[in-house]
C-alpha cells in the first residue's frame, strides 16, 4: 500500500475545497499531478473517494468514513511541526449562524488574534444546516450555530445562552400593548427567517408546541431584510435579542412579549473523531471560557 502524506492532504483539501484544482493550487501540484495522485490514493484504498456528478466532485460515503481518520493523522502532523514553536500560528476555519457571526464572533475574534497575531481567521456565513454540512465535508475545523441538530460524524456541545424576541414598528396597534397573546399570534401576518435556519426551528418549535399556527407573509435569510420588512409593515418578526439591541434603544423597533418559549442555545460543532491541531484546540478552549459581553 503507498498512501503518501500529500495524497492525504490532497484528499482532505478536495473535500474541503469541492474542487480537485483548488486543492491542487493550495498544494502547489499540477492538475495532472493532483489527479493521478487521487487516482493512486483511490486504488491503495480499495474504493473511491469521490464520484463526478456533472463537473463537480462528490464526496462518496466511503470518502466520508475515512475523512475523520485523514483529518486527524493531518493534525497530529501539524501538532508535531508546531511542538517546538512558542507562537500560535496558522489559518483558523470557522463557519457560524448569521447571529453569532455578526453579533458575537468580531469581538471574540478580535481579542483572540490580538492574543495570536499570527493567526489568520477565515470565517464563512450561513443557516445551522449550511454550518453542519461544512463541518461535515471539512471545510471547517469549528461551527458555530443556533438552532438544535444532531449528526452521526459531528460532536455538537451546548455553550451560550440566547433568546428570539418578536416585535413589530412602533406605528402598529400592538405597540403601545407590548405583549401579543396566542389569538393575536394566529391574526397576524410574519416575517420570517427561511427554512433552515436554527432561528426558524425554534421559532417552528414554540408555535407548535402552544398549537399555534401562523401566516408566513415572507421568509428570508438576512436579518436586516427581515427587519426592515417589519419596519415597512410587511408583519412581525422574530430574532434575536443580540440582532435588535439597536432597533429597540432608538426606537425603531418594539419588543413584543409573548407565552412562546422562545429560549435556546448557541452550539459549538466540532468533528467528533478528529483529533483537534493546537491552534483548533485553543480557540475551541477560549470559546467555552471567553464571555463575549467582556
Not at 493567526?119 to 461544512?134: A, L, R, W, Y
Not at 439591541?245 to 478528529?274: I, Q
Request: a positive charge; charged letters at 20%; glycine letters at 6%.
Amino acid at each position: 500500500m503507498s498512501i503518501s502524506i500529500k495524497k492525504l492532504q490532497l484528499f482532505e483539501a478536495t473535500a474541503r475545497l469541492g474542487k480537485l484544482s483548488k486543492a491542487a493550487n493550495e498544494l502547489a501540484l499540477s492538475q495532472s499531478a493532483a489527479s493521478q495522485a487521487l487516482k493512486e490514493l483511490e486504488q491503495s484504498l480499495g474504493y473511491p473517494l469521490f464520484e463526478r456528478v456533472g463537473r463537480d466532485l462528490v464526496i462518496t460515503e466511503n470518502g466520508l468514513k475515512s475523512l475523520p481518520k485523514v483529518r486527524q493523522i493531518a493534525d497530529l502532523l501539524e501538532s508535531l511541526q508546531l511542538a517546538n514553536l512558542n507562537t500560535m500560528s496558522g489559518i483558523l476555519r470557522i463557519v457560524a449562524s448569521a447571529t453569532i457571526a455578526t453579533y458575537l464572533l468580531p469581538k471574540l475574534i478580535a481579542k483572540f488574534v490580538k492574543n495570536y497575531p499570527e493567526v489568520v481567521p477565515e470565517i464563512h456565513i450561513g443557516n445551522t444546516q449550511m454550518v453542519i454540512d461544512h463541518l461535515d465535508k471539512g471545510k471547517a475545523s469549528i461551527g458555530l450555530i443556533e438552532g438544535p441538530a444532531v449528526h452521526r460524524h459531528l460532536q455538537i456541545t451546548s455553550w451560550q445562552e440566547d433568546k428570539l424576541q418578536i416585535f413589530c414598528p412602533p406605528s402598529h396597534p400592538l405597540a403601545k400593548k407590548a405583549r401579543i397573546n396566542l389569538e393575536q399570534l394566529q391574526q397576524q401576518a410574519w416575517v420570517l427567517r427561511e427554512f433552515g435556519s436554527g432561528t426558524r426551528a425554534i421559532f417552528d418549535a414554540a408555535t407548535e408546541q402552544r398549537g399555534v399556527q401562523i401566516n408566513l407573509a415572507m421568509e428570508l435569510s438576512r436579518q436586516s431584510a427581515i427587519k426592515e420588512s417589519v419596519k415597512a409593515g410587511l408583519g412581525l418578526g422574530c430574532l434575536s435579542q443580540l440582532s435588535i439591541t439597536e432597533e429597540l434603544k432608538n426606537g425603531g423597533l418594539v419588543a413584543l412579549a409573548s407565552p412562546l418559549n422562545l429560549s435556546r442555545r448557541f452550539s459549538l460543532v466540532t468533528h467528533k473523531d478528529s483529533h483537534h491541531n493546537l491552534l483548533t484546540q485553543k480557540f475551541i478552549d477560549y470559546l467555552i471560557t471567553a464571555s463575549p459581553s467582556k
